[in-house]
C-alpha cells in the first residue's frame, strides 16, 4: 500500500532545507539529477560505518555483509524493472553513458559489421549517439536518425523506411530537452517486426513512471541511478540473458575474470563479466535504497503528480508572458513529463539562469547534451525547469516570479 | 554574497544590446572560430592585419550577455592597435578574469594593478564573482589570441 505526499518527499530531502541567496532553493533540475532522500544518504553512511570491504574477494564477516549488500542491491534493481531472468541480467555500469558504451562496444561491435545500421532519434542525447559514431568510424556501420517534428514528437510517418537493414532501434523513453515521451511499446513492436532489436535510453523515466522490461519488451535498457533519487556514479545496463551470453567482455582487469595464465585469460560468466575492478559499493546500498523508498511512493503516482505540475506550469507559462517565454516542447501535458525547456525572448539561457539563481531557483542552461536536437531548432541553448517527486506547484510560483524579473532586467 | 548588479552593470548590458563590430570581413581576412562546448556559444572572430596593425576586427556568433558584451568591448579595445599591443591587452584581460584565492575565501578584490587603464573593460571585473561565467567573458580574447597565434606562431607577434 503506498503512500505519496510530495511534502513527506519534500521532509525526507534534506538539500530542499537549504537556502540560496536568501530564499529557500527551488530545485528545478531533476532531469539532469535528482536530490537523494535521507533513507539513500544513510543506507550509504551506514554501509561505510558497519560493512564496508571489498565485494567478492574476503571470508571475514564485513566482507560478506558487503558482496550481500552489492548483490542485494542487483536483486532489487532486477525487481524494479521486473527482469524476467533476475540478477543475471542486471550490469552495473558507471551510469547510462557507460550502460551505451558497453553497449556499443560489446555488443555492437561483436554483432554488427560494416553496412548495417543503428537507427537512433534526432531526441537523443549524447549518450546514445556518440558511441554509435565511433562504431562507425572502426567498423564502418552506418547511423541513421528518425526526425523530430515540428510538434515536438518524432515524425514516425518514414518509419518502416528507416528500419530497413537495421539491426538494432536506440532510441529514449523521454526526452531530456522536450519532455516528450516516445511510444516505447508501439516503436519497439515496429522494429521487432523488421527484425531489429530495441535500446532504450530509460535515464529521463526511471525516476518518474513505472519501468517493466517485460511489457515494454525491450531488449536493452540503460539508466542512471542519479535520475531516481539515488546517488551518483551507478548506472545500470539490463539485457535479456540470452544476449548478455553472446556479449564480449568490455574492460578488462580484476573482477571480471574465470582464469588468467601467462598465455591470456578467460572471462567469467554473467553480468560480472562487464564489472572489471573494485565497483561502487556504497552507491549500489544508496540505489537498493533508492528502489525501496520510490516503491513506497508508487511511481503510477509520481507520474500522475508530475503530470498535474506540468499542465499547470506549461498553461501559466503560456499565458503570462505575453508570448515572451517559448516552451520547447509539447504544449500540453499529455504523453509528456516534466521538463520544461524554456526560449526566453531576447534573454540568453544563461543570463536567466544567473537571474534566476539570484532567486533561489535551480534550472539548467545550455544545449542539455543534445546538440542534434538543438539544430533541429535553430536553438544554441535553453533554460529547462524540470521537476521531481518532491516538486510543488510553489516551485512554479517562485519560477514564474524570478523569470518576470529576467525578462524586465533585459528587456 | 555576490551581487547580481556587479555582473550586469548598465555598460554591459549596452554592449549587449548593441554590439560594436559586429559583421564579417572577407578573405584575406584571418577567420578564426572560437566555441564554449558547456552552453554551445559560438564565435566567428575576423581580424584584418597590416603592417603588425590591427586594422580592423569584426565579429559574429550567438551568446549570452556577458560573452556578447565582451567580444564588442573587446573589438573596441583592440581596433587600431599594433598586435604588440594587442597580445598586451589579452594578457591584462586574462588577469583580470583570473580567481584569486583571496576572492574565493572572502569578500577581498582581486589584485589588479593596471585596472584602471582597462576603460570600459573593467566593468567585466565582476564575472570573476561568478567563477562559472568566466568562460563565458574570455570566448572572445580566446578566440583572438588563437587568430594571432595561427597568424604569427604561437606568442608571436611578427615583431622583430
Keep these: 500500500m503506498s503512500s505519496y505526499s510530495p511534502r513527506r518527499v519534500r521532509d525526507d530531502t534534506p538539500l530542499l532545507n537549504r537556502e540560496i541567496n536568501g530564499r529557500p532553493i527551488t530545485y528545478l533540475d531533476s532531469a539532469s539529477s535528482t536530490l537523494p532522500p535521507r533513507p539513500v544518504i544513510e543506507a550509504m553512511s551506514r554501509y561505510y560505518e558497519l560493512r564496508h570491504a571489498n565485494v567478492h574477494r574476503g571470508v571475514y564477516q564485513t566482507a560478506v555483509e558487503a558482496t550481500d549488500v552489492y548483490e542485494g542491491a542487483r536483486a532489487a534493481t532486477a525487481r524494479f524493472i521486473n527482469a524476467p531472468r533476475g540478477v543475471d541480467e542486471i550490469v552495473f555500469t558507471k551510469n547510462t553513458t557507460e550502460a551505451f558504451n558497453l553497449l556499443a562496444k560489446s555488443w555492437g561491435a561483436a554483432h554488427l559489421k560494416a553496412g548495417d545500421v543503428v537507427l537512433v532519434t534526432e531526441m537523443e542525447h549524447h549518450a546514445n549517439i556518440v558511441p554509435w559514431f565511433q562504431l562507425r568510424d572502426q567498423i564502418g556501420i552506418e547511423v541513421r536518425f528518425v526526425p523530430v517534428s515540428d510538434d515536438f514528437r518524432l515524425d514516425v510517418s518514414g518509419l518502416d523506411r528507416l528500419l530497413e537493414g537495421v539491426k538494432l532501434f536506440s532510441f529514449t523513453a523521454a526526452s531530456n530537452v522536450l519532455g516528450t515521451r516516445n511510444p516505447v511499446k508501439e516503436l519497439t513492436r515496429i522494429a521487432h517486426d523488421h527484425g531489429a532489436l530495441?535500446?532504450?535510453?530509460?535515464?529521463?523515466?526511471?525516476?518518474?513512471?513505472?519501468?517493466?522490461?517485460?511489457?515494454?519488451?525491450?531488449?536493452?535498457?540503460?539508466?542512471?541511478?542519479?535520475?531516481?533519487?539515488?546517488?551518483?556514479?551507478?548506472?545500470?545496463?539490463?539485457?535479456?540473458?540470452?544476449?548478455?551470453?553472446?556479449?564480449?567482455?568490455?574492460?578488462?582487469?580484476?573482477?571480471?575474470?574465470?582464469?588468467?595464465?601467462?598465455?591470456?585469460?578467460?572471462?567469467?560468466?554473467?553480468?560480472?563479466?562487464?564489472?572489471?575492478?573494485?565497483?561502487?559499493?556504497?552507491?549500489?546500498?544508496?540505489?537498493?535504497?533508492?528502489?525501496?523508498?520510490?516503491?513506497?511512493?508508487?511511481?503510477?503516482?509520481?507520474?500522475?503528480?508530475?503530470?498535474?505540475?506540468?499542465?499547470?506550469?506549461?498553461?501559466?507559462?503560456?499565458?503570462?508572458?505575453?508570448?515572451?517565454?517559448?516552451?520547447?516542447?509539447?504544449?500540453?501535458?499529455?504523453?509528456?513529463g516534466g521538463v520544461l525547456s524554456l526560449d526566453v525572448d531576447g534573454v540568453h539561457p544563461h543570463d536567466v539562469a544567473q537571474v534566476l539563481d539570484q532567486f533561489g531557483v535551480c534550472v539548467r542552461p545550455g544545449h542539455h547534451c543534445a546538440k542534434p536536437l538543438m539544430r533541429r531548432f535553430n536553438l544554441a541553448a535553453t533554460a529547462r525547469a524540470s521537476f521531481g517527486p518532491y516538486s510543488l506547484t510553489t516551485d512554479t510560483d517562485v519560477l514564474l516570479e524570478a523569470l518576470e524579473s529576467a525578462v524586465t532586467m533585459f528587456g | 554574497m555576490a551581487n547580481l548588479d556587479d555582473l550586469y552593470r548598465e555598460i554591459i548590458l549596452d554592449h549587449y544590446r548593441t554590439p560594436r563590430n559586429r559583421g564579417e570581413l572577407p578573405p584575406p581576412a584571418v577567420r578564426t572560430e572560437g566555441y564554449n562546448p558547456l552552453c554551445g556559444d559560438e564565435l566567428v572572430v575576423y581580424l584584418d592585419i597590416h603592417d603588425g596593425v590591427l586594422v580592423d576586427i569584426k565579429l559574429t556568433g550567438h551568446g549570452c550577455s556577458i560573452s556578447q558584451a565582451s567580444s564588442s568591448m573587446m573589438s573596441a579595445a583592440v581596433k587600431g592597435k599594433t598586435v604588440d599591443e594587442v597580445r598586451a591587452a589579452i594578457e591584462r584581460f586574462k588577469q583580470l578574469m583570473t580567481v584569486h584565492e583571496s576572492s574565493l575565501d572572502g569578500d577581498a578584490e582581486p589584485p589588479v594593478a593596471d585596472i584602471h587603464t582597462m576603460g570600459e573593460l573593467a566593468a567585466l571585473q565582476g564575472v570573476v564573482k561568478f567563477p562559472v561565467r568566466i568562460k563565458c567573458a574570455t570566448l572572445a580574447w580566446n578566440t583572438l589570441s588563437q587568430g594571432l597565434d595561427d597568424t604569427y606562431g604561437v606568442q608571436g607577434t611578427g615583431s622583430k
Design chain 1, 198 to 336: 530495441v535500446a532504450l535510453d530509460a535515464a529521463q523515466s526511471v525516476g518518474h513512471q513505472p519501468s517493466d522490461v517485460v511489457d515494454l519488451d525491450v531488449d536493452f535498457f540503460c539508466f542512471s541511478a542519479h535520475k531516481m533519487l539515488g546517488p551518483t556514479g551507478l548506472g545500470v545496463l539490463w539485457t535479456r540473458a540470452a544476449i548478455l551470453e553472446s556479449m564480449p567482455p568490455f574492460l578488462g582487469g580484476g573482477g571480471m575474470i574465470a582464469d588468467v595464465r601467462v598465455d591470456g585469460y578467460v572471462p567469467a560468466n554473467g553480468p560480472t563479466r562487464f564489472e572489471a575492478g573494485t565497483p561502487p559499493i556504497a552507491e549500489t546500498a544508496g540505489l537498493a535504497a533508492a528502489i525501496r523508498y520510490l516503491e513506497g511512493l508508487g511511481l503510477e503516482n509520481i507520474a500522475r503528480h508530475e503530470e498535474d505540475l506540468t499542465a499547470d506550469a506549461l498553461k501559466r507559462l503560456a499565458n503570462e508572458f505575453d508570448g515572451r517565454v517559448r516552451i520547447i516542447g509539447p504544449a500540453d501535458a499529455v504523453d509528456r
